[in-house]
């Protein structure tokens, strides 16, 4: 069995039950840090199913969180993730670049995009209704693993999930509750064991690192990448869409590392990606042309996930 099969399996068993005393604590807290908001969701079985069985590399799904309305924080979206392992560190889920979409808590099918750009909106709302979450650390999913899931949605007569959102601190943490046709709470069954993400690619504990990092380390040294981190940290955000970008940079950068990281050509794909995109991108930051460089990211994100998608057994659903 090859290590990259030992991590998927490991993965898959990400989740556990908790007590109902648990479940209380947890979304009591959400409820009162945010009165008034929506504080669950309800998706059906067989979306959850669908999304597990879309493609064969899956280990689990993260499931992220966004506003179809950028000003109305009820306006809430889940869209369901499907992700990989290819590391021993299970809080590093990967997602896959999907070329035909992801499914969203009613079933309807969202591009890469749509699922930014509404996750964008939902971190842009967290932090107007808590102004001490720091952007970068807002809770913007949980993973679950595929045999965690699985094993939720077979008790008995279970026809839907639903999702009640739960705070532990300020990291979100939700519980996972099977519900029968009736609409019916299924005994006193919870799963909330899960991995939030942040983290994100790019912190200490990221194994492998993302994208500029593997790439600058190659061909460079730390003091370049400290000239991105400013960018992104105090430059990216003020920009017209940047947060888009944003994003969508740590929505598809594990992927895409591991997977070069992976490849027999990976210097000839990191010589590629440092001299066409990154020493054009770093002109354009040395100039102060910051715009530019906004629409030099999210010409080269296009790109790339025009090159590292991944086919799935996807179809619109009722």
């Known amino acids: 069995m090859s290590m990259k099969r030992i991590h998927q399996l490991n993965a898959m068993n990400v989740g556990g039950y ?7 604590k947890a979304t009591s807290a959400y409820q009162e840090e945010f009165p008034g908001i929506i504080n669950s969701i309800t998706i059906k079985k067989e979306i959850i199913v669908k999304a597990l069985n879309s493609h064969e590399w899956i280990s689990g799904i993260r499931f992220m969180y966004g506003l179809d309305d950028p000003m109305n924080p009820n306006s809430i979206r889940v869209f369901l993730i499907p992700c990989t392992h290819t590391s021993e560190n299970l809080d ?9 979409g992801y499914y969203d808590h009613a079933g309807h099918l969202n591009t890469l995009t749509d699922v930014v750009k509404g996750i964008t909106a939902y971190v842009g709302q967290m932090t107007k209704m808590d102004d001490t979450l720091i952007y970068k650390e807002v809770t913007r999913g949980n993973f679950l693993g595929k045999n965690s899931l699985l094993d ?5 007569n279970c026809e839907c999930v639903s999702i009640d959102f739960g705070l532990q601190g300020k990291v979100l943490k939700p519980v996972f509750r099977p519900i029968n046709s009736n609409s019916a709470f299924i005994e006193e069954i919870y799963m909330n064991v899960t991995n939030p993400c942040p983290p994100f690619c790019g912190d200490p504990d990221s194994d ?4 500029t990092e593997l790439t600058v380390s190659m061909f460079s040294n730390e003091k370049e990448l400290d000239i991105y981190r400013y960018f992104r940290d105090f430059i990216l955000l003020e920009l017209e869409n940047g947060e888009v970008q944003y994003e969508m940079y740590y929505f598809i950068s594990p992927l895409i590392t591991a997977m070069i990281d992976e490849s027999e050509n990976k210097e000839e794909e990191l010589r590629i990606t440092y001299y ?26 296009e790109e ?14 009722s």
Do not use: G, M, R
């Open 18 to 24: 908790v007590s109902k005393e648990h479940f209380d």
């Open 92 to 100: 590093l889920s990967k997602p896959l670049v999907a070329k035909y």
């Open 152 to 156: 939720l949605v077979s008790h008995e």
């Open 208 to 211: 492998p690192p993302c994208k």
């Open 276 to 301: 066409e995109k990154i020493v054009p991108f770093k002109e354009l930051l040395a100039e102060k042309k910051f715009d530019e460089a906004n629409n030099w990211l999210k010409e080269t994100f």
């Open 304 to 317: 790339w996930v025009s090159k590292w998608q991944v086919s799935f057994n996807v179809q619109e659903l």
